[in-house]
C-alpha cells in the first residue's frame, strides 16, 4: 500500500481544494493520505467525502504550529477528535493569530519599502482557505511582481530569519504536543531540523510525542538513517509524507510515498 500522511489543501496554504487533492492522489496511486492543514481540519470532511467513492482511505489530521526561539517548529497530530474542545479552541486562536501575524508581516514589507496590502494576501489565499499563512502572502508578492517565484520571496523577505518574518507565536513545542494528546491524537514531529533535535526531543517526548516524520522528499539519506534509529532506540513511531502544497517542477502526488510496512506501528494506532 501507497501512502502519505502529510498533505495540504485550499483549508490552508496549499493549493488545491480537498477533492482535489484525493483526484490527484489517486491518480498519483495511493491508498492511503493524511489531510494535515496548518492549524485548521477544515479540509477534512470535504476530503473523506469526495473519497467514498473512489479507492483511497482518508486519515483526518492537522499540522499544528508552534514556535521555538522564533523558529517554526511543526507538530503532526493524526487521527485527533474533531469534537476536541482544547483541540477546537487552538483552532480558532490560530485562525485569529494568524490574520493578525499576516498584518504584521505585510506591515514590515511596506515599512522596507514595498507596496502591498493585506487584502492581496486574501486574494491570493482565495476563497477557501481558513488558515493565512506565508506561501499565501508568497504568492502575492509574485503576483505583484515584486519576487520571480515563491522560492525567491521566502528566501529574499519572508523566510524563518528575513526581515519580514513573523513567528505565529501560537505555542511552545511541548504545548502543541499537548494539544494534540489532549485531542486523543498522535503527535509526530513534522519536518524535524537536523539541529534542533537533540535539544527539543526530550522535552517533547516527555510531552508524549510519538514519533518522528523520518520519510519526506528533502530528507537526505543521513537524515533517515539518524531519525531511524532515534525512533527505534527510542521506541518511537516513524511516519512519511511529501509535505505536497502545490503541483512544483513538475511533481505529481504520488511520486513521493511510503510503503505501509515501513509505518505500520502509527497506521495501527490509527485503526489502518
Ligand atoms: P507559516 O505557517 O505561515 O509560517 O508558513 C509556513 C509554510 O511556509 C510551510 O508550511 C511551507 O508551506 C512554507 N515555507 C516555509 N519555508 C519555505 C521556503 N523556504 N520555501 C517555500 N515555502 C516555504
Ligand atoms: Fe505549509
Ligand atoms: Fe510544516
Ligand atoms: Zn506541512
Redesign the pocket.
Known amino acids: 500500500m501507497r501512502v502519505d500522511l502529510h498533505l495540504h489543501t485550499t483549508a490552508s496554504d496549499g493549493a488545491w481544494t480537498p477533492q482535489a487533492v484525493v483526484q490527484g492522489a489517486v491518480d498519483g496511486r495511493l491508498d492511503v493520505i493524511a489531510i494535515t492543514d496548518h492549524d485548521t481540519m477544515a479540509g477534512y470532511e470535504p476530503a473523506a467525502a469526495a473519497a467514498e467513492k473512489l479507492p483511497i482511505q482518508i486519515i483526518r489530521g492537522i499540522?499544528v504550529s508552534s514556535t521555538h526561539e522564533g523558529q517554526d517548529v511543526?507538530i503532526l497530530g493524526y487521527f485527533v477528535d474533531p469534537e476536541s474542545p482544547v483541540l477546537i479552541a487552538h483552532c480558532e486562536r490560530a485562525g485569529n493569530r494568524r490574520v493578525e501575524r499576516m498584518q504584521e508581516m505585510v506591515a514590515k514589507l511596506v515599512e522596507g519599502g514595498l507596496e502591498v496590502t493585506y487584502d492581496d494576501v486574501l486574494k491570493a489565499a482565495g476563497p477557501d482557505h481558513v488558515s493565512i499563512g506565508r506561501p499565501h502572502l508568497a504568492r502575492a508578492l509574485v503576483e505583484l511582481g515584486h519576487v520571480s517565484t515563491v522560492s525567491s520571496a521566502f528566501n529574499s523577505l519572508i523566510g524563518d530569519n528575513h526581515a519580514a518574518f513573523v513567528p505565529t507565536h501560537l505555542a511552545s513545542p511541548v504545548e502543541a504536543v499537548g494539544v494534540i494528546i489532549e485531542a486523543g491524537g498522535v503527535p509526530i514531529w513534522?519536518?524535524p531540523p537536523g539541529w534542533l533535535v537533540d535539544e527539543l526531543l526530550p522535552g517533547l517526548v516527555g510531552a508524549g510525542l510519538g514519533g518522528l516524520e523520518v520519510y519526506r522528499p528533502s530528507h537526505r539519506k543521513h537524515d533517515v538513517v539518524r531519525y531511524e534509529t532515534i525512533c527505534r532506540t527510542g521506541g518511537l513511531l516513524m511516519s512519511g509524507g511529501s509535505?505536497w502544497h502545490t503541483p512544483f517542477a513538475g511533481a505529481s502526488l504520488g511520486d513521493f510515498h511510503v510503503e505501509a510496512s515501513e509505518i505500520e506501528p502509527l497506521l495501527s494506532e490509527g485503526g489502518f
Open positions: 499540522e511543526h513534522a519536518h509535505d
